[in-house]
């Protein structure tokens, strides 16, 4: 009997020891979706083909840097306002996969070489111990100076723009639960690095050409890279015209030292991890306005660029020129100046499901009359500008709809932005971590824009950690913000609904310049704001329904008398005190 319960114990003991190891073993590290959980912002922002791992929610042996807003600060454009800095061989960041993947693209910061051209460096990726290979790392495309349009010259101060991304397709899929570990191995010229974050893809294999297709190979393409391609694909495209058959760009790397002209054709790809126009100057371009090109598909392949300054007038764009009746989507576009850049007149254009990465200007701009325009599921991370932007210079845009979209870190500016026009559409988006000078969502009378008319809807829009101090005029501005410049803001319809404004920087929602009217705000939680929900700078008026704030830094609305009436309707809660601060005292932002 003796024996019967020593075994009975034995058995216990062990059962024991196996759910305490198991309660030991380490759980994925948790997915997030600018810096939150994923259902914090569910059914906002695009349907991204990856899952992103912020390094602070990693196993690290390196220092946690902020949460801090502060401009020129490493921190501050950051995802989430925090990440990880590795100093010395053998500082790693290790991440839990949740979910299978075979690709990875790490967001990093190195420190900038002393003349001001970039340091270059490596962090190798080890999977359970077993070494993949090496990610290449450079300052190059980052660190800019002074004031706008910046410069690459490191005494002129203000550094600023300071984050890039790396990719590697790994060499087999690794499965849900693997230790994936970035490790610094070896010293190189770079004194430290940033992590920042990780996307995680399962890529797949390349897709197959279509029987139809004319592969630019036959024309004499390298897809080693190692000589310029512009030549033979652009005769594979005047090919692809005149048959109407598409044109194909077979897996490999190709040196693109200049424009491609696209019209009525159709440029596809294996992929974009797979099919890569690089370069200095590649860029994909319909044909100049006023005649434009038309009736042009550009899909699944990368455009790469080696832009490492911003040139205002250098035609830059990853995409450009005038497109009309026109299709773009599952494009990877990094390291240009503006990811795509169109100028009209133009209409019917659809852009879906890009990544826009790493740009100097804007992420995307619609620049003067241009209409019937769509930009749905696209994520842009570290635009040098407006992540999005309708911009009616001289001539209106009308009817634009920006849907379904993710803008994260624009380093200056807003994350998307409307410039005078008609019948604008703003819906379903995700903006965060806006850095300066600008705030997530803005419609401006500005840039010498045609006036707002008709509908303007900015609806089931989520902003995190938006809004700024505006270096120049030393006051906050909003997460959601108006500014009547130019010339009133009174010809259109604006309707504001269903939109969560979180943890802005200062206030939530803000109205300046000269008059404002016809705004309307319905359903709109304000969930902490480091100053006001409301603060008004011009006169005008808006009404107000079912607005609930909570957790703000000083008060309900900023007021010293602009004559802008706040209309009160039903439901409203948490902003009911209205302010005026001594000169000076606008608050701080949140960290």
């Not at 002129?156 to 790396?166: A, I, L, Q, T, V």
């Not at 060499?171 to 690095?193: I, Q, S, Y």
């Not at 990780?198 to 036959?218: Q, T």
Request: aromatic content about 8%.
């Amino acid at each position: 009997m003796a024996g019967f319960w020593k075994s009975i114990l034995l058995a216990a003991i062990l059962e024991t020891a196996a759910w305490a190891s198991f309660a030991a073993e380490p759980s994925p590290t948790p997915a997030t979706v600018a810096a939150l959980p994923p259902q914090a912002t569910l059914g906002r922002g695009a349907r991204a083909p990856f899952v992103e791992y912020e390094a602070e929610n990693g196993l690290t042996n390196g220092k946690i840097i902020g949460p801090d807003r502060t401009f020129t600060s490493l921190a501050a454009e950051a995802s989430g306002r925090r990440a990880v800095r590795l100093e010395g061989v053998g500082g790693y960041v290790e991440f839990i996969l949740d979910r299978p993947a075979d690709a990875v693209s790490l967001r990093y910061a190195l420190p900038d070489a002393a003349d001001g051209r970039g340091l270059d460096g490596q962090i190798a990726i080890y999977a359970d111990g077993v070494r993949l290979g090496a990610l290449a790392l450079t300052s190059r495309y980052g660190w800019f100076y002074g004031r706008y349009p910046f410069t690459n010259q490191p005494g002129d101060g203000r550094p600023h723009h300071f984050y890039d991304e790396s990719r590697l397709r790994l060499p087999a899929v690794l499965p849900a639960g693997t230790r994936v570990r970035f490790v610094v191995e070896k010293p190189d010229a770079a004194a430290w690095r940033v992590l920042d974050l990780a996307d995680f893809e399962r890529v797949g294999p390349p897709a197959r050409r279509p029987p139809n297709a004319i592969s630019i190979l036959g024309f004499g393409a390298d897809p080693s890279g190692a000589r310029d391609s512009l030549a033979p694909i652009t005769a594979a495209i005047a090919a692809g015209r005149r048959s109407g058959r598409p044109v194909w760009i077979d897996p490999g790397v190709y040196r693109v030292d200049g424009h491609l002209v696209a019209d009525r054709v159709t440029l596809a790809g294996a992929g974009p991890w797979y099919s890569v126009l690089t370069g200095r100057g590649v860029g994909v371009y319909g044909r100049a306005a006023p005649h434009g090109s038309r009736d042009v598909v550009l899909r699944d392949f990368a455009i790469i660029g080696e832009v490492e300054e911003r040139v205002d007038k250098a035609r830059l764009a990853g995409v450009g020129g005038a497109m009309s009746r026109s299709a773009i989507s599952n494009l990877w576009i990094q390291h240009t100046k503006g990811g795509l850049w169109f100028d009209g007149p133009m209409s019917a254009i659809r852009v879906r499901g890009l990544r826009i990465l790493d740009q100097t200007a804007d992420g995307l701009n619609f620049h003067r009359d241009v209409a019937d325009a769509v930009v749905e599921d696209t994520f842009v991370r570290n635009a040098g500008d407006d992540g999005l932007a309708s911009w009616s210079q001289g001539k209106g845009n009308r009817r634009i709809t920006f849907r379904r979209n993710t803008v994260i870190a624009p380093v200056l500016a807003n994350g998307i932005a409307a410039y005078g026009g008609r019948d604008i559409t703003i819906e379903g988006n995700l903006v965060a971590d806006t850095v300066t000078e600008g705030g997530g969502l803005h419609l401006g009378s500005r840039f010498e824009a045609t006036p707002f008319g008709g509908q303007i809807r900015l609806t089931g829009n989520t902003t995190v950690r938006a809004g700024v101090l505006d270096p120049n005029w030393r006051t906050g501005v909003g997460a959601l913000w108006l500014y009547a410049l130019d010339g009133p803001i009174d010809g259109a319809r604006i309707r504001v609904e269903d939109t969560d404004l979180v943890d802005s920087s200062y206030e939530a929602i803000q109205f300046t310049g000269k008059p404002i009217r016809g705004v309307s705000f319905s359903r709109i939680t304000i969930d902490g704001a480091g100053t006001y929900a409301v603060q008004l700078q011009s006169s005008g008026a808006a009404t107000f329904d079912r607005v609930k704030s909570r957790g703000l830094g000083i008060g309900g609305v900023h007021d010293c008398g602009s004559g802008f009436e706040v209309v009160r309707a039903a439901g409203n809660d948490g902003w009911e005190t209205t302010l005026c601060p001594a000169a000076g005292v606008q608050g701080a932002a949140r960290r």
